[in-house]
């Protein structure tokens, strides 16, 4: 059995943690959205959960999530290409081990409201374009297909803790990820990364 999501105060601001991608990346989508004429909402970034609304003060929240990412390593997120939902556009980032997991304890801190896009449904991104009209959305895809990023992978180091209110996007507290230890690639698995 299910334990039903909390009440939450629904007029609060909104609240995100979120990894921001490396500047070659960012400056990249920034000019490419300049270009098309489109936005996402804030700068690029990458959500490690729906935002979401709490009772907790800004001091519990950022206790409960220091608590949550404690000895957490930086990890790797790799690109997989452009992906398109009604209205919008979006590099999808591998949905893998280490970012489920970190999707997983950031959901455990709360209370807190829920999308229902949390959980099973979480599906990493960056956001290229929000709210595309559907007499645009074809052209619009058509031209990100020919677009590709300029890294397939980066290395997330550290999480922050974002607070909307009133359509500003503030940042509350950085959380240090400890410097990752080098891996050796995964073979066991039989499967080919996407590439651009």
Request: hydrophobic content about 40%.
């Amino acid at each position: 059995m299910t334990t039903p999501p909390p009440v939450v105060d629904v007029t609060g601001p909104l609240h995100s943690v979120v990894a921001w991608p490396p500047a070659v990346l960012d400056t990249w989508m920034r000019r490419l959205q300049r270009d098309l004429n489109v936005a996402g909402f804030g700068t690029p970034h990458l959500n490690l959960r729906a935002p979401f609304q709490t009772p907790l003060s800004s001091s519990e929240l950022v206790s409960g999530l220091r608590s949550a990412l404690r000895d957490l390593p930086a990890f790797e997120v790799r690109l997989r290409g452009w992906k398109r939902l009604p209205g919008v556009i979006f590099l999808e980032c591998e949905p893998d081990g280490p970012l489920l997991h970190l999707h997983d304890l950031v959901l455990g801190v709360g209370p807190s409201s829920r999308a229902p896009y949390d959980g099973a449904d979480y599906r990493p991104h960056l956001t290229l374009a929000l709210g595309v009209l559907p007499w645009a959305a074809d052209m619009l895809w058509q031209d990100v297909q020919t677009r590709q990023p300029p890294v397939s992978t980066f290395t997330v180091e550290a999480l922050s803790l974002t607070r909307e209110s009133r359509g500003e996007v503030q940042e509350l507290h950085t959380f240090p990820l400890r410097p990752a230890v080098e891996a050796r690639p995964d073979r066991s698995s039989g499967s080919e990364a996407t590439t651009f």
